[in-house]
């Protein structure tokens, strides 16, 4: 069985996605935006204020799926200007260095909306997490 968690971005229904997925204690979470509550984008301009609110959702969603960020494997970051690095690296030490994952940073050309610098994605295996397999 399939858990599933919406954040209520725009984009979910328009594009056809759910925030996270587990299946059994393992959870993807799809690539998270600096989206403010309400919409628009969180911090035009800072980079680790962005990040930190990618980290902010992410959280969320495993928390509502019974896990947390202690339990993040893996991290993929996209970010528009990868001399940013550090600014971005610092936000992903303080939320995930205490059980640092598997980590890729990579620049792209652009995200969906021209003020978002970053955009993070993570797998987890959430051995709290209870779910039929069947």
């Known amino acids: 069985m399939r858990k599933r968690v919406f954040s209520g971005a725009e984009w ?38 962005q990040a930190v609110r990618c980290f902010e ?32 690296g610092r936000a992903h030490a303080e939320k995930l260095g205490q059980n640092p994952p598997a980590a890729t940073m990579v620049e792209v050309r652009r995200l969906i909306d021209e003020d978002m610098l970053v955009e993070i994605e993570v797998d987890a295996y959430c051995s709290t997490i209870v779910t039929d397999l069947s």
């Open 57 to 88: 959702i992410i959280e969320a969603a495993l928390g509502e799926l019974g896990g947390s960020l202690a339990d993040v494997v893996r991290t993929r970051m996209y970010v528009t200007d990868i001399s940013r690095w550090p600014e971005i």
């Open 12 to 49: 979910e229904s328009k594009v056809g996605y759910c925030r996270a997925v587990a299946i059994g204690p393992l959870v993807w979470i799809g690539g998270t935006a600096p989206v403010k509550p309400g919409g628009g984008t969180h911090a035009p301009g800072d980079a680790y204020a």
